[in-house]
């Protein structure tokens, strides 16, 4: 039984050697501290929990959704861009209901992509960019480098002549937590608009951010909604990873490709996870904030401190994040190394390997545990390292 020859292409799964190295201090009884995975360790909001209680306890709840999602979720997604973007979005025309973002990031490329076509993928990045949307369509990943001089953005000049017909763009940034400005956003959009680029920008981490800094949304330039789509998430913003439920906004025509192909392979979000997130965006004010995204992210700036003050008094090259509940780490050597090593003293980490090949000296650490776990990973860094 061989594999397809696009399941060929995909890369090594490089973190089988960590997570067989991970298995082995477990039963040796190390207690591991994993400061790894970007899984909110806190809880969904009470309103999101009660309105799932209330909602599948009705009948009519575990019927077939549609394709597209339900018109009244949609109707909370448009609702919701207007509060916290000030952006006039169609809930018939312009919204999608996905079983998460990361599943309409995989499937924009089913819809427009052919055998060959170029697409722009950010180097380091969330892998489903390269692997799980554009090479299992067939498609070819051409990588950016991101440039730290240029706060971790790609040259977008670099790739004029690449003729490529998608790009991937992704700020607040994973595995980076660089932010992008309005500025750079116009010069996103202008280079899709001037080269003819399907721009797909993920925005799910608008949410999560510090120091008064708020994430746009590329749908607030002028000419985005000629040519992008924006996909989102409910999983960070509500602490519902499994949930499973997200949504992208944009281009009428980008819109209908994902359906399409939504279509033939699933029937949309449970109706239930739809209705319990619509009250959840209903939670912010009419001026887009919300007292639970605020108190979240006190929190997460709480545990950002700790390890960036950490990290930055034993000498690592770190900026201090902006959004997301990341911090990328210069660790000056080999990132599988360093994260072994660090396995040696009980602490977990994400080799920057994983997400492309021009950091391979950096490591991502998550905030997505208790302060206490962050404090006493801290411990064991300043004492063993």
């Given at each position: 039984?061989?594999?397809?020859?696009?399941?060929?292409?995909?890369?090594?799964?490089?973190?089988?050697?960590?997570?067989?190295?991970?298995?082995?201090?477990?039963?040796?009884?190390?207690?591991?501290?994993?400061?790894?995975?970007?899984?909110?360790?806190?809880?969904?909001?009470?309103?999101?929990?009660?309105?799932l209680r209330d909602e599948v306890l009705n009948p009519d709840n575990h019927k077939y959704s549609f394709s597209q999602g339900e018109r009244d979720f949609r109707e909370a997604v448009v609702d919701w861009y207007g509060k916290r973007f000030s952006v006039e979005l169609d809930p018939e025309e312009d919204v999608i209901a996905l079983i998460g973002a990361k599943e309409g990031i995989a499937n924009i490329s089913r819809a427009f992509i052919d055998p060959g076509d170029r697409v722009l993928v950010p180097d380091p990045s969330y892998p489903v960019y390269a692997n799980g949307s554009t090479i299992l369509s067939d498609g070819v990943p051409v990588f950016m480098p991101l440039d730290a001089d240029n706060g971790f953005k790609p040259c977008l000049d670099d790739f004029v002549d690449q003729k490529a017909k998608m790009m991937f763009l992704n700020y607040p940034n994973n595995p980076t937590a660089a932010v992008?400005?309005?500025?750079?956003?116009?010069?996103?959009?202008?280079?899709?608009?001037?080269?003819?680029?399907?721009?797909?920008?993920?925005?799910?981490?608008?949410?999560?951010?510090?120091?008064?800094?708020?994430?746009?949304?590329?749908?607030?330039?002028?000419?985005?909604?000629?040519?992008?789509?924006?996909?989102?998430?409910?999983?960070?913003?509500?602490?519902?990873?499994?949930?499973?439920?997200?949504?992208?906004?944009?281009?009428?025509?980008?819109?209908?490709?994902?359906t399409k192909v939504k279509a033939q392979i699933d029937s949309g979000p449970p109706i239930y996870i739809q209705r319990a997130a619509k009250t959840a965006l209903d939670s912010y004010n009419g001026d887009g904030y919300s007292e639970h995204v605020d108190l979240m992210n006190s929190i997460y700036a709480e545990r950002r401190d700790v390890l960036y003050n950490t990290l930055r008094s034993m000498g690592y090259g770190c900026p201090k994040p902006k959004a997301t509940f990341y911090l990328w780490v210069d660790c000056g050597r080999d990132s599988m190394e360093f994260a072994k090593s660090m396995l040696d003293i009980g602490v977990v980490v994400t080799p920057g390997i994983g997400f492309g090949e021009h950091y391979r000296n950096h490591v991502r650490f998550s905030i997505t545990r208790p302060k206490e776990d962050i404090e006493r990973a801290c411990r064991r860094m300043e004492e063993e390292l």
């Open positions: 039984m061989e594999l397809s020859e696009r399941m060929k292409k995909l890369p090594p799964y490089i973190f089988a050697e960590l997570e067989k190295a991970m298995i082995q201090k477990k039963k040796e009884g190390v207690d591991l501290i994993s400061l790894s995975i970007g899984d909110p360790d806190l809880p969904p909001p009470e309103f999101f929990i009660q309105a992008a400005d309005m500025d750079y956003l116009r010069e996103i959009v202008d280079f899709a608009l001037e080269n003819d680029v399907i721009l797909c920008y993920d925005n799910s981490y608008s949410e999560i951010t510090f120091d008064g800094y708020r994430a746009p949304s590329i749908m607030e330039v002028e000419g985005a909604k000629d040519v992008a789509i924006e996909f989102h998430s409910c999983s960070k913003t509500f602490n519902i990873t499994g949930g499973r439920i997200g949504f992208a906004v944009g281009n009428p025509r980008l819109i209908q490709g994902l």
